[in-house]
């Protein structure tokens, strides 16, 4: 198994991750993604828009600003309620979440839905320590809203305060009625984005888990009342397909159902997809049934009929809503974490290994000349017509043993070598990185090869 820190290393000196503005000493829990992994980004983001809106014929995508008006923000409940509970340990004024501190001390509470007396009381019973000075001694809980604020425009005044969106979701409810007009869809339908949301964490960590800027891929659903819970187990399974078809192994993943107490005051049925992270199970991704509670709570603010008529029956009603809703950057950590690997060769050898699926992989070839006098040339041209179509590299620095390593190391799915026979028999070799088996193509037929081993 592998552990956090092997990522972190891993990830920094292959050029998938990097710490934030790391040479001024970098921005605390801020991190950038380097060449490999904006494409990893890109690839997951891709696979999803795929899979939840281009091939499901009942969904659109949307791409809303960052920045909305305030009101958006009053209505759905996030300034009065976005919050965690915080604490903080008396003896070295560390802050912590109130909830997680609990969770982290005995793994079976779920303290979920719990109020702050509940807390409090648990830390004081169970003599929790301070993760940092290892003192029981905590002052009370209080709430902390986890909205960025910001202003607009020059003057720094109430009036022109907003807010950075701590998710994509709202920005769906708000434009529903203008989606649903202008494409003219009938429910059930689903309204897909992606984009970047922010929350100030109280306690951001474990890399790039729990960030306070970061990426999410929601879906809302729109659905008759009544028929939500049908829809809510579809896209469970659909979500949980969506990761083992891209190799995530079933064994590392575990629904997590929420108890009818546990839910939030706007869902009647939640479950979170966990992953085994090097820490532990944790949140990969919420599915949430949240009935009509942002369309009503919009209707109600904004005082605009947000109703849908059902044109085949006449029938008036607010819809019902079934939200997947997952972080990229939890994605990338899950893939990561799942796919690393050290094999022992039948040379006694050791080779590192990305087994990420061929979909994701940064690049889905390399291009290798086997002598670079000879063959660069060929190669260089093979790889020019094969970038109109993939992302693949070119590589003609040291043998074509070191060359081969370094592309299984980053999870390149195919290596492509241009060698003596290829100006004969205009053919190239390709390797396989996970079986290391070579096989003979000809270049013509290079295009629709690697289409169809990359599918998904
Ligand atoms: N609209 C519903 C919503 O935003 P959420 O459970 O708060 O629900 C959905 O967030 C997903 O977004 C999470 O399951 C996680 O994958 C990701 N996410 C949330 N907060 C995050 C953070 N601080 N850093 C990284 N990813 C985060």
């Known amino acids: 198994m592998v552990t956090l820190d092997m990522i972190v290393q891993y990830a920094k000196t292959t050029g998938f991750i990097y710490q934030g503005s790391e040479l001024y000493g970098g921005l605390a829990n801020t991190w950038d993604y380097g060449p490999l992994g904006s494409l990893l980004k890109k690839n ?56 997680k501190l609990i969770e982290e001390h005995d793994h079976s509470v779920n303290a979920d839905g719990w109020d702050t007396d509940k807390m409090y009381n648990y830390l004081i019973e169970n003599k929790v320590k301070c993760p940092s000075c290892g003192k029981t001694d905590f002052l009370p809980i209080r709430k902390f809203n986890m909205m960025f604020q910001t202003f607009q425009g020059v003057v720094l005044e109430q009036a022109n305060q907003i807010y950075l969106r701590p998710e994509t979701a709202q920005g769906i409810f708000i434009q529903f009625k203008n989606i649903q007009r202008s494409t003219r869809k009938k429910v059930p ?24 800027e970061f990426e999410q891929m929601e879906m809302e659903f729109f659905v008759k009342p009544g028929t939500e819970m049908e829809y809510f187990e579809y896209w469970k399974s659909f979500c949980m397909n969506w990761l083992t078809n891209l190799g995530l192994k079933r064994e590392n993943l575990e629904f997590d159902d929420h108890k009818p107490e546990a839910l939030s005051h706007y869902s009647n049925a939640t479950t979170d997809i966990r992953y085994r992270f090097p820490w532990g199970f944790d949140e990969l991704w919420g599915i949430a049934s949240r009935t009509d509670y942002d369309l009503k709570a919009h209707q109600l603010h904004s005082g605009e009929n947000l109703t849908y008529l059902d044109p085949d029956t006449n029938e008036k009603y607010l819809p019902y809503v079934v939200e997947p809703a997952v972080g990229v950057e939890r994605l990338v950590l899950a893939f990561l974490t799942d796919a690393l690997d050290e094999e022992t060769l039948d040379s006694g050898d050791t080779r590192q290994i990305l087994r990420i699926h061929p979909a994701l992989a940064p690049y889905k070839a390399a291009i290798l000349p086997l002598m670079k006098k000879e063959h660069a040339d060929k190669a260089f041209e093979i790889y020019t017509e094969l970038t109109k179509y993939f992302d693949v590299i070119y590589d003609e620095t040291q043998n074509i043993g070191k060359r081969y390593r370094r592309q299984d190391a980053i999870g390149t799915y195919l290596c492509i070598t241009v060698d003596h026979d290829t100006a004969a028999d205009n053919s190239v070799t390709v390797r396989n990185r996970d079986t290391m088996e070579q096989v003979r193509i000809p270049i013509k037929e290079l295009r629709g090869y690697i289409e169809e081993q990359s599918k998904f």
């Not at 809303?64 to 604490?87: M, Q, R, Y």
């Not at 339908?189 to 306070?212: A, D, H, L, M, Y």
């Open 44 to 99: 997951i983001k891709n696979a999803w828009v795929q899979k939840f809106q281009r091939e499901s014929a009942n969904n659109v995508l949307l791409d809303s600003s960052i920045l909305l008006n305030s009101e958006v923000w009053k209505a759905s409940g996030h300034v009065g309620g976005f919050s965690d509970p915080l604490t903080e340990c008396k003896s070295c004024n560390q802050r912590f979440r109130a909830d």
């Open 189 to 212: 339908f689903g309204v897909c984005q992606v984009g970047k949301s922010f929350r100030n964490e109280i306690t951001p960590g474990n890399f790039i888990f729990r960030t306070r």
